[in-house]
């Protein structure tokens, strides 16, 4: 069966730190991956998505960037974080061999709180 | 207007009623449709998708009426574990991910 980790699961960081967040998926090949964000008390935001390695779509332009080494690894990164990057990160899987539009799985998130 | 609408709730219901939210989108090209359930502080899971016939699983009815662009999601029996943040959830053609609503919370109460 498919598996989705995230880590960290929680992250406290100082305005201007660099941000790094992984997410790994097993037991399935060549997914569609997903990066949401979700701020307190909000709906899911997506940020970006990625149909293969190295290939990325940005949803919503910020500070923020993507990548896909792998393929089955997305990682989520900044160079310098704003007090508005605090939320729910969320990676998702869907798709694969089935094609984009299907059900997506989530991970379990990294709450990030900006100080 | 926002892609997909929701009621925000919070929905107050007794054990064992039954309880109906509804969804609308805005895209008629729309071509798939799911719920959701997020619990506080967890990430979504799928509950069922949405079919055009409408279907059942369990104690859960979702509709899909694609004329005026809503889906409903019926709980009967509710439980307190029932209790959460029910996402509509829509996908079409152009985007490559899901739109999701803001939800819908429901506490059940003993």
């Known amino acids: 069966s498919q598996t989705i980790h995230q880590w960290p699961a929680t992250l406290v960081q100082p305005v201007g730190s660099p941000l790094s967040l992984e997410c790994t998926v097993e037991g399935t090949s060549n997914p569609n991956l997903y990066w949401y964000r979700q701020a307190a008390g909000r709906g899911l935001q997506l940020l970006f998505y990625?149909?293969?390695?190295?290939?990325i779509s940005s949803e919503v332009p910020q500070n923020l960037s993507a990548s896909r080494p792998q393929d089955r690894q997305f990682i989520l990164s900044s160079k310098k974080l704003l007090l508005s990057d605090s939320g729910f990160y969320l990676c998702a899987w869907g798709g694969g061999e089935r094609g984009v539009g299907d059900t997506q799985y989530f991970g379990p998130g990294t709450r990030l709180t900006v100080l | 207007r926002k892609e997909v609408e929701q009621d925000p709730g919070p929905f107050n219901v007794p054990e064992g009623a039954t309880v109906a939210f509804n969804c609308t989108y805005s895209n008629s090209a729309s071509q798939s449709f799911f719920w959701y359930r997020q619990d506080c502080r967890k990430e979504p899971k799928l509950l069922m998708s949405v079919y055009s016939s409408g279907n059942e699983d369990g104690r859960f009815t979702a509709q899909l009426n694609r004329a005026s662009q809503y889906i409903s999601l019926l709980i009967r029996d509710s439980k307190l574990s029932d209790s959460a943040t029910y996402l509509c959830v829509v996908f079409h053609t152009g985007r490559r991910a899901l739109t999701f609503g803001s939800g819908t919370r429901l506490q059940v109460q003993p």
């Open positions: 990625s149909v293969g390695i190295g290939q």
